[in-house]
């Protein structure tokens, strides 16, 4: 649990508003060196779709803390027996790499909404797989809690964010959260449906 103003949160429809204070732990893996890869010559800078996340040392060394924890996909599906308990009490969540399938973590646990909040990680701004799994979450999955983006979250993101099914945003360390509210209001009436609005502008506004 931490304070904070990094947090930008949502209630259903409601207008996004300052967090200040989040209950969630996000857990981490162990820092191991990561081989560089590369491809005609150029350094790979996004992890292949449905690449393998964590090492077994990594799994088994990530340390969980008391109370409420966001934790890694891969250390759930190896460890989810261990927390059993912890999800009955509200107390456990689960978050994805960019790189990872919501489809593996249907299987390992078919009713989605036992989780308080899926997480999902935005590595670097450019990587675009984040908005997919957050429309496949509230759409095919009928995941209807707290869905949240962290890590490499700035401000022109959000309102697209907000379209593909995220309700709360951590904004990255270095930029405000306060300032990064406006992007709600970047625009008033958007053309295409989404997750959010399930009608194109022309269906919801009749012609004079």
Not at 32 to 47: D, M, P
Not at 175 to 194: H, I, N
Request: charged residues 25%; aromatic residues 10%; contains cysteine.
């Amino acid at each position: 649990m931490s304070d904070t103003k990094n947090l930008i949160g949502k209630d259903g429809d409601s207008v996004a508003h300052l967090v200040d204070f989040d209950t969630w732990q996000i857990v981490r893996l162990p820092t191991v060196q990561e081989e560089v890869k590369k491809q005609a010559g150029k350094v790979v800078q996004f992890k292949l779709t449905n690449a393998e996340s964590a090492t077994a040392e990594q799994v088994a060394g990530t340390q969980v803390p008391e109370g409420k924890v966001l934790l890694p996909l891969s250390v759930w599906l190896a460890r989810k027996t261990e927390f059993a308990a912890r999800v009955t009490a509200g107390e456990i969540g689960v978050w994805l790499e960019a790189h990872e399938l919501v489809e593996t973590l249907f299987e390992s646990q078919p009713d989605l909404n036992v989780f308080p909040v899926i997480g999902v990680y935005i590595e670097r701004f450019p990587d675009g797989r984040a908005y997919s799994t957050a429309s496949l979450l509230r759409t095919r999955f009928g995941f209807r809690k707290e869905l949240r983006a962290f890590g490499d979250v700035l401000r022109d993101q959000l309102f697209f964010l907000n379209r593909c099914g995220f309700s709360s945003f951590e904004i990255r360390a270095d930029r405000s959260a306060e300032d990064a509210l406006a992007a709600f209001k970047d625009f008033s009436e958007p053309y295409q449906a989404a997750v959010v609005v399930d009608q194109p502008l022309w269906r919801r506004h009749a012609r004079v």
